[in-house]
């Protein structure tokens, strides 16, 4: 277990906040580093050619160090919903074959593929939400040789639902379907085997479960596709792009592996040094004390609040550090304004309440949580 981290953070006491879903808090740290970052541009004789590479491959190690793949595997992206575009872009889809998504998955990975869907005249399979929460199960009864994508998150974003997705990755090869992933809510906080699972295209934003900042993420593309068609076709993707005296020799040839899918520039002087710093600092804690030290503590909080007649989805079925408490008999009238008075933030989201904690969380924080819902009900 690792102990409470909140020192490192910038979190004012009478702050609960257990909403890493929505957005991690930075690192005090990689908030002095970014405003350094950002104090260079007011001197660009300080940013040399060399700058516009070192950071984005140190960027690119550190996350293909958490993911366990290679930096050449790692393209830089802005969101997730343009490295599902990229996702999108490569793969083969013909009319009578589908799209795989579950229900009420996450907008940027469910309009992509309508989109695709439209444009190839296929169609999308939804998966509905399973009684009793087993999406695994769910999704392997509907994926056959019809589905050409399966477009998954590791864990329902609404309430952490989980999936096991070396089972799906296993049935997509069986199948001759291609797997694409979006860890936005899982990876940094739940341990995820990338060999065993051996998706075609993963994606992650950096600025929830990395501790990151916002429009900063990562594409992984498996190495069968990194010969594919990038989305747009900017200077620094180019072979001999660290030439700045000979751009104009204009090359038909990408710098190697997953770089060609890069976004245009990706060489964020600002923001890639904040997004190393919570890289940096998860590798020091370990994404397997991360995921044990979280799922205690959401353990925890969905005892004490079944003690007041919430529902929770079973450990078994849902990722460690996330909890969706349910209220049978409806969100309490005035719950948002008690949460917002007594500066607790959480999502609420439908008739669930999303509970998201990290390492700065501390007991005082889910007492506060506690004592607000024992006071709504
Ligand atoms: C599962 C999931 N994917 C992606 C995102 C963000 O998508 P994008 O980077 O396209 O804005 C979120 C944000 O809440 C999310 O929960």
């Keep these: 277990m690792i102990p409470c981290q909140r020192h490192l953070f910038d979190l004012p006491d009478e702050i609960a906040y257990l909403n890493c879903a929505y957005m991690s808090p930075l690192l005090r740290r990689a908030a002095e580093t970014g405003a350094a970052a950002l104090a260079r541009k007011c001197r660009p004789w300080t940013i040399s050619p060399d700058d516009f590479f070192a950071d984005s491959e140190r960027a690119r190690h550190l996350f293909a160090q ?66 009793d929460g087993d999406w695994t199960a769910a999704v392997l009864a509907g994926l056959d040789e019809r589905v050409a994508i399966t477009a998954l ?24 379907s291609a797997l694409v992933l979006d860890v936005t809510q899982s990876l940094g906080a739940l341990p995820l085997d990338l060999a065993a699972v051996a998706p075609d295209f993963l994606v992650c934003p950096g600025y929830k479960w990395l501790l990151g900042p916002y429009s900063q993420g990562y594409l992984y593309v498996a190495p069968h596709h990194q010969d594919g068609r990038p989305l747009e076709h900017n200077w620094i993707a180019r072979e001999g792009s660290e030439d700045f005296a000979r751009l104009i020799d204009y090359r038909e040839r990408h710098q190697p592996g997953a770089r060609r899918f890069d976004v245009g520039e990706r060489s964020n002087f600002a923001l890639l040094p904040v997004a190393m710093v919570g890289l940096e600092q998860l590798l020091a804690w370990g994404v397997d004390a991360i995921a044990a030290t979280l799922a205690a503590r959401t353990g925890a909080i969905a005892e004490r609040a079944a003690s007041l007649g919430l529902d929770a989805t079973a450990a078994e079925r849902r990722a460690g550090h996330f909890l969706g408490l349910r209220f049978p008999q409806g969100v309490p009238p005035g719950l948002p304004e008690r949460l917002a008075a007594e500066r607790v933030y959480v999502s609420l989201r439908g008739d669930s309440l999303r509970v998201t904690p990290h390492l700065y969380n501390d007991a005082g924080d889910v007492d506060r949580l506690l004592g607000v819902l024992e006071r709504a009900l």
Excluded: K, M
Aim: with cysteine.
């Design 153 to 176: 998150p590791h864990c329902h974003w609404t309430d952490g639902g989980l999936l096991d997705l070396v089972a799906i990755g296993e049935r997509c090869r069986a199948v001759g």
């Design 66 to 131: 958490l993911l366990g793949a290679g930096p050449g595997d790692i393209a830089l992206v802005p969101a997730a919903s343009y490295g599902l575009a990229v996702a999108a872009a490569n793969l083969p889809l013909a009319p009578h074959e589908r799209i795989l998504l579950l229900a009420e998955q996450f907008p940027s990975n469910v309009y992509t593929w309508r989109e695709l869907a439209r444009q190839r005249g296929s169609a999308v399979l939804t998966i509905e939400r399973p009684a």
